[in-house]
């Protein structure tokens, strides 16, 4: 079936850049995204592309899509303790531009 | 802004009790979604609705219920809770062909 994979962890130093990376099967989906999730909060979009461009950069945000690997990166420079949190990556469904797989999250420590 | 909220941010209650969770949206959004998220698992998609008195299975819909009598209020129903049911539950609203926005989830444990 359908699936969306993130690695589980990533730790930067602040002031480094952070690099988060996902792979997706679906190759007919036609939007992914980023969600940030805060401990103790709901997930806030970040970011997101349309599958028929490869970059988009929002300040300090800048997402890559590799649409022939199925592979979509988030990078943040200037990583703050702020950025401290989970992300998502999440791909539309095949059918049903309605529904979202998401990955399992990225977990980001930002160490000081 | 998409205002989505969800009425309880932590519930306990006990095995074999019915629960609701309530979820409200203010952008007159066609579709919502309940989802739970678990360590390592991510989101998965409980039921949605496109409309009013509309409901989809999604891929999880075994042992929940869903209500959706106005177009702002989407209910998630456990008919009779159990401890594997322990989870965050989120709400999520969408407009067509615009991302979803997320409530800020509702902490459930089940005693």
């Known amino acids: 079936g359908e699936d969306v994979e993130q690695s589980l962890f990533l730790s930067v130093r602040e002031g480094d850049s952070s690099v988060i990376n996902c792979t997706y099967t679906?190759?007919?989906?036609?939007?992914l995204y980023w969600y940030k999730q805060e401990p103790g909060a709901g997930l806030q979009l970040l970011t997101y592309i349309f599958s028929n461009m490869d970059m988009k950069q929002d300040q300090r945000l800048t997402v890559l899509l590799n649409k022939k690997d199925k592979h979509l990166s988030l990078r943040i420079a200037d990583t703050q303790t702020g950025d401290s949190a989970i992300y998502f990556c999440a791909a539309s469904r095949s059918g049903s531009a309605r529904q979202l797989i998401f990955g399992s999250g990225t977990q980001l420590t930002v160490l000081p | 802004d998409v205002k989505v909220t969800q009425s309880s941010r932590y519930l306990v209650k006990r095995t074999g009790e019915k629960v609701f969770l309530e979820c409200v949206q203010d952008m007159d959004h066609e579709n919502m979604f309940w989802y739970r998220q678990d360590p390592g698992l991510g989101l998965r998609l409980i039921y949605f609705?496109?409309?009013?008195?509309?409901?989809e299975k999604g891929d999880i819909p075994e042992g929940y219920s869903v209500s959706r009598e106005k177009k702002e209020r989407f209910s998630l129903i456990l008919e009779s809770a159990s401890t594997n049911q322990t989870s965050m539950y989120l709400c999520?609203?969408?407009?067509?062909?615009?991302?979803?926005?997320f409530g800020d989830g509702t902490r459930l444990s089940i005693l």
């Open positions: 999520a609203a969408r407009r067509a062909d615009q991302p979803q926005h």
């Open positions: 609705s496109y409309d009013v008195k509309m409901k």
């Open positions: 679906d190759s007919s989906s036609t939007y």
